[in-house]
């Protein structure tokens, strides 16, 4: 491993506190914790000292700010908290607090600074909507892992995402794999999309870079899968000519498909994460068994079925590194459980015995294994007891090798997801309240400054294996999730964990694709009473909430969601009018509501302040109204008044009727003239196109006209005997 940094300095002074902690992670980090308070609301920094340091200074931001703007104070050299009152509950802040460190400059002479970064907040909503999940499959295992691959697309709906599935052949070229996922993208945009490539999805390569240090045997093109995520920039193919690296993976040459670029071309937009064990056979199982291991124990975290202690493990290996390369663990594992919380042990000898959430592990490098920390050879029958890992060392961050240490470490028996740990440096501080580690990829892959340091931000090698969706934290299920019908209420009933402190309620009729919230404010009741509900098949989802205090602060955390699914045969109220409309220069319209299901007594109330069901002496115009039934269940509609064309462009027609109007599947129209009449009768939409027409023959003609093949808009029914015509419009619904 060839390390950042020129001349060794000796450290004259540091706090006891973090002496069990390398001198250099502890120089370059500001090991930081949140403890928050309700009322008055405020966040506590508080953060381990260093005696070295010239000063901290603090700047505050939303998670949505692309910059820090000016800091919010300075604070002397002995200073170990700050706390920030001019917050509100519910919302959540970014920080980051700098220490100068005059006494040590950079080995180019240049300031130094240790960093820390925060995300903190009192009491963060739930999330119930987490974006859109593009699970890109190896066609390979399409119908080996069928169920499988069925149950993580269902465990992805029941924690928020709308997810999707494409399957591709591992021999497509890159490019035409990007072409899906882009067209997929643009069809589904969200606020946050996330792109899950399973199995020997085709690797993109990219650049002349060593971000390991090894120039002589390993500068090249490295895989690259965040060109999946570039929406924009370009990705060229033309300059790039080295084949001096000792594997011919890393060779690259105009025109031979893997690309130029050394640093992203443009931002990531996508939130990646890789699972593929192609090419690991130090390992007894099958590629396909490996899979289907990760996907099971994938299943088995979201759910709650495994258990691990909400702290951190640092194994630095690299201590005189001036870089220090332990501070992504410390600083990232304190603002997730609490400084306290963080562990400086040995990685294979602890992990073995006791368990981390998050580990960190530092050595030197091999493609397949970390001096002092552990190798592929060992992943093959290890259970680590570690969810989340990053590791870090020489060669292996290049993840394509067969048998790759970091792909080793999620084909395990635990581990769910890995990184190559520091170059660059990982920001996941907004793991603590609840985000995925899709979005620590992304921001990390992006991070070109906002986040200091920056070591080899932007640069094309960052990869996440593992699934992105997956989160830190687990709130078991509800059990036992049933519904029945009582009269014309739906009844959900369940059994809640002991964690759970409140519950969300979804529901999503056949015509829906996506489950829309019930509840805005959680229930503590184990049951739940619909009582507005629609005709036929019905699904409903219901999720846990609960209160997760962590080392950065409160959030409201959801469990995964479970569903079940019943049938109803009663309907809710929905609404049909009669419209008579006005004549020109004249008040004599009406609008008359005929309320459809749900339960008597009904009561109206219109915009206009009346609360009779029907109203007369209208001019032309538009007038809504609030329908409620017995079970207090509502529907608004608004009904419109037009002018009648003239009578005498129809000459005989006395009275005309189009009724319901709105309507969303028929309508009946009457008729009367004074002498019989031989008529065609059309239906025409806003440009005068003609849709449908029937004929009609008599004096008082009364028909019924099926217009449910319609889309909901404004259309013209045409009536004609030939030489006059008369146009009615009316309004379709869905």
């Given at each position: 491993?060839?390390?950042?940094?020129?001349?060794?300095?000796?450290?004259?002074?540091?706090?006891?506190?973090?002496?069990?902690?390398?001198?250099?992670?502890?120089?370059?980090?500001?090991?930081?914790?949140?403890?928050?308070?309700?009322?008055?609301?405020?966040?506590?920094?508080?953060?381990?000292?260093?005696?070295?340091?010239?000063?901290?200074?603090?700047?505050?931001?939303?998670?949505?700010?692309?910059?820090?703007?000016?800091?919010?104070?300075?604070?002397?050299?002995?200073?170990?908290?700050?706390?920030?009152?001019?917050?509100?509950?519910?919302?959540?802040?970014?920080?980051?607090?700098?220490?100068?460190?005059?006494?040590?400059?950079?080995?180019?002479?240049?300031?130094?600074?240790?960093?820390?970064?925060?995300?903190?907040?009192?009491?963060?909503?739930?999330?119930?909507?987490?974006?859109?999940?593009?699970?890109?499959?190896?066609?390979?295992?399409?119908?080996?892992?069928?169920?499988?691959?069925?149950?993580?697309?269902?465990?992805?709906?029941?924690?928020?995402?709308?997810?999707?599935?494409?399957?591709?052949?591992?021999?497509?070229?890159?490019?035409?794999?990007?072409?899906?996922?882009?067209?997929?993208?643009?069809?589904?945009?969200?606020?946050?999309?996330?792109?899950?490539?399973?199995?020997?999805?085709?690797?993109?390569?990219?650049?002349?870079?060593?971000?390991?240090?090894?120039?002589?045997?390993?500068?090249?093109?490295?895989?690259?899968?965040?060109?999946?995520?570039?929406?924009?920039?370009?990705?060229?193919?033309?300059?790039?000519?080295?084949?001096?690296?000792?594997?011919?993976?890393?060779?690259?040459?105009?025109?031979?498909?893997?690309?130029?670029?050394?640093?992203?071309?443009?931002?990531?937009?996508?939130?990646?994460?890789?699972?593929?064990?192609?090419?690991?056979?130090?390992?007894?199982?099958?590629?396909?068994?490996?899979?289907?291991?990760?996907?099971?124990?994938?299943?088995?975290?979201?759910?709650?079925?495994?258990?691990?202690?909400?702290?951190?493990?640092?194994?630095?290996?690299?201590?005189?590194?001036?870089?220090?390369?332990?501070?992504?663990?410390?600083?990232?594992?304190?603002?997730?459980?609490?400084?306290?919380?963080?562990?400086?042990?040995?990685?294979?000898?602890?992990?073995?015995?006791?368990?981390?959430?998050?580990?960190?592990?530092?050595?030197?490098?091999?493609?397949?294994?970390?001096?002092?920390?552990?190798?592929?050879?060992?992943?093959?029958?290890?259970?680590?007891?570690?969810?989340?890992?990053?590791?870090?060392?020489?060669?292996?961050?290049?993840?394509?090798?067969?048998?790759?240490?970091?792909?080793?470490?999620?084909?395990?028996?635990?581990?769910?997801?890995?990184?190559?740990?520091?170059?660059?440096?990982?920001?996941?501080?907004?793991?603590?309240?609840?985000?995925?580690?899709?979005?620590?990829?992304?921001?990390?892959?992006?991070?070109?400054?906002?986040?200091?340091?920056?070591?080899?931000?932007?640069?094309?090698?960052?990869?996440?294996?593992?699934?992105?969706?997956?989160?830190?934290?687990?709130?078991?299920?509800?059990?036992?999730?049933?519904?029945?019908?009582?009269?014309?209420?739906?009844?959900?009933?369940?059994?809640?964990?002991?964690?759970?402190?409140?519950?969300?309620?979804?529901?999503?009729?056949?015509?829906?694709?996506?489950?829309?919230?019930?509840?805005?404010?959680?229930?503590?009741?184990?049951?739940?009473?619909?009582?507005?509900?629609?005709?036929?098949?019905?699904?409903?989802?219901?999720?846990?909430?609960?209160?997760?205090?962590?080392?950065?602060?409160?959030?409201?955390?959801?469990?995964?969601?479970?569903?079940?699914?019943?049938v109803n045969d009663t309907s809710s109220i929905h609404i049909e009018s009669e419209i008579t409309h006005a004549n020109a220069g004249q008040s004599n319209g009406s609008i008359k509501i005929i309320p459809i299901g749900g339960c008597a007594p009904y009561t109206y109330m219109w915009e206009t302040g009346e609360t009779t069901s029907e109203l007369s002496n209208l001019s032309s115009g538009t007038y809504c109204l609030t329908v409620s039934d017995c079970m207090n269940c509502t529907m608004t509609y608004c009904g419109t008044v037009n002018l009648n064309t003239p009578i005498h462009e129809l000459q005989h027609l006395t009275s005309y009727k189009l009724f319901p109007n709105p309507t969303n599947n028929h309508f009946n129209l009457k008729l009367t003239f004074d002498e019989i009449q031989k008529l065609q009768l059309s239906i025409t939409d806003i440009n005068g196109?003609?849709?449908?027409?029937?004929?009609?023959?008599?004096?008082?003609?009364?028909?019924?006209?099926?217009?449910?093949?319609?889309?909901?808009?404004?259309?013209?029914?045409?009536?004609?005997?030939?030489?006059?015509?008369?146009?009615?419009?009316?309004?379709?619904?869905?």
């Amino acid at each position: 491993m060839k390390l950042i940094g020129g001349t060794f300095f000796l450290i004259c002074c540091i706090a006891t506190s973090i002496v069990a902690q390398n001198i250099y992670d502890a120089r370059q980090s500001v090991i930081m914790q949140a403890v928050v308070q309700d009322s008055p609301a405020q966040i506590k920094l508080s953060w381990v000292l260093d005696t070295a340091n010239g000063g901290y200074t603090i700047w505050r931001k939303s998670i949505l700010d692309q910059v820090w703007g000016d800091s919010l104070v300075y604070l002397n050299p002995k200073s170990t908290s700050w706390t920030d009152t001019s917050i509100q509950q519910g919302i959540g802040y970014e920080y980051q607090v700098l220490k100068s460190l005059p006494a040590f400059p950079t080995g180019e002479g240049g300031q130094n600074f240790g960093a820390g970064n925060i995300y903190s907040g009192i009491k963060i909503p739930p999330t119930h909507h987490r974006g859109t999940c593009l699970v890109v499959i190896d066609r390979t295992y399409k119908n080996t892992l069928a169920f499988e691959i069925s149950r993580l697309l269902d465990d992805l709906l029941y924690d928020g995402w709308i997810p999707d599935a494409v399957f591709v052949d591992k021999n497509d070229a890159v490019d035409q794999v990007k072409n899906g996922i882009l067209d997929w993208a643009k069809k589904n945009p969200d606020t946050h999309q996330a792109l899950f490539l399973l199995g020997r999805i085709p690797v993109p390569y990219s650049g002349e870079i060593a971000p390991d240090g090894h120039n002589s045997d390993h500068r090249g093109a490295w895989p690259c899968d965040g060109y999946y995520g570039t929406i924009d920039g370009l990705w060229t193919d033309q300059t790039v000519k080295t084949t001096a690296a000792a594997s011919s993976r890393n060779d690259n040459i105009p025109g031979d498909g893997k690309f130029d670029n050394n640093f992203f071309p443009s931002k990531v937009q996508l939130q990646i994460g890789r699972v593929d064990f192609s090419n690991m056979n130090k390992f007894s199982e099958s590629e396909e068994q490996l899979l289907r291991r990760y996907l099971d124990k994938n299943h088995a975290w979201r759910i709650g079925k495994m258990q691990m202690m909400e702290q951190g493990l640092v194994d630095n290996n690299f201590p005189s590194s001036e870089e220090g390369l332990g501070q992504s663990g410390w600083k990232n594992f304190a603002s997730m459980f609490g400084i306290s919380n963080v562990k400086d042990l040995q990685y294979r000898q602890t992990l073995s015995k006791q368990s981390f959430l998050w580990s960190y592990g530092c050595g030197g490098g091999g493609p397949e294994s970390a001096s002092d920390i552990s190798s592929t050879t060992n992943f093959t029958t290890d259970s680590l007891l570690s969810i989340f890992t990053m590791l870090f060392g020489s060669y292996f961050g290049d993840w394509d090798y067969p048998n790759n240490f970091l792909r080793g470490a999620i084909a395990s028996k635990t581990c769910l997801a890995s990184t190559w740990g520091n170059r660059p440096n990982w920001f996941f501080q907004h793991m603590a309240l609840g985000e995925t580690i899709g979005y620590s990829t992304q921001l990390t892959m992006n991070n070109r400054g906002l986040y200091t340091p920056r070591y080899y931000g932007g640069y094309v090698s960052t990869a996440l294996m593992g699934d992105p969706t997956i989160r830190m934290h687990v709130l078991p299920p509800v059990e036992h999730f049933k519904a029945r019908q009582e009269g014309l209420q739906i009844r959900l009933d369940w059994v809640a964990p002991k964690a759970a402190t409140g519950f969300f309620i979804y529901r999503k009729y056949a015509s829906d694709s996506v489950y829309h919230l019930l509840n805005i404010q959680a229930v503590d009741d184990t049951s739940f009473i619909d009582a507005c509900v629609e005709k036929g098949l019905i699904h409903y989802m219901v999720r846990c909430s609960a209160l997760k205090t962590t080392g950065s602060g409160s959030y409201y955390n959801l469990s995964a969601g479970v569903i079940t699914t019943i049938v109803n045969d009663t309907s809710s109220i929905h609404i049909e009018s009669e419209i008579t409309h006005a004549n020109a220069g004249q008040s004599n319209g009406s609008i008359k509501i005929i309320p459809i299901g749900g339960c008597a007594p009904y009561t109206y109330m219109w915009e206009t302040g009346e609360t009779t069901s029907e109203l007369s002496n209208l001019s032309s115009g538009t007038y809504c109204l609030t329908v409620s039934d017995c079970m207090n269940c509502t529907m608004t509609y608004c009904g419109t008044v037009n002018l009648n064309t003239p009578i005498h462009e129809l000459q005989h027609l006395t009275s005309y009727k189009l009724f319901p109007n709105p309507t969303n599947n028929h309508f009946n129209l009457k008729l009367t003239f004074d002498e019989i009449q031989k008529l065609q009768l059309s239906i025409t939409d806003i440009n005068g196109i003609k849709l449908a027409t029937k004929q009609a023959f008599g004096k008082d003609i009364n028909l019924n006209w099926d217009v449910e093949f319609l889309s909901s808009g404004y259309y013209w029914l045409r009536i004609e005997n030939g030489l006059e015509h008369v146009t009615i419009p009316f309004t379709k619904t869905r």
